[in-house]
């Protein structure tokens, strides 16, 4: 009885962690892997987010849903469990490469 229990459990937190909100045509520029030495973003079109931040010696790192864009911001996470990325320079192309500065870093995009 306990494993079936667990075993509901998880599959409710998987069939939450995939709810995630896929990215509106017109934030389609920030799909794709974006990083800089101290840090890695990661936005799929189905609206999954991975991140990964070192700073002052310590790692932070978020996996979960897109809940949706505010302005050029957007926020990560499953109810009131959210992180909310500030974007203060949406992506744009310079010269060959794609770039956007979050919570502060200027990141390029490796990926699409």
């Not at 459990?9 to 030495?37: D, I, M, N």
Request: charged share 20%; proline share 6%.
């Amino acid at each position: 009885m306990k494993l079936l229990k667990l075993l509901f459990a998880l599959t409710l937190l998987a069939s939450l962690f995939g709810c995630g909100k896929p990215v509106p045509p017109e934030k389609a520029a920030y799909v794709g892997e974006w990083q800089q030495t101290t840090m890695y973003l990661l936005i799929t079109q189905d609206g999954s987010v991975r991140y990964k931040r070192l700073k002052s010696g310590a790692s932070t790192s978020i996996e979960g849903p897109l809940k949706g864009f505010v302005g050029d911001n957007f926020e990560v996470g499953i109810g009131p469990m959210a992180t909310t990325f500030v974007v203060s320079t949406p992506p744009h192309q310079d010269g060959d490469k794609w770039k956007m500065v979050v919570d502060g870093v200027e990141l390029v995009r490796t990926a699409q």
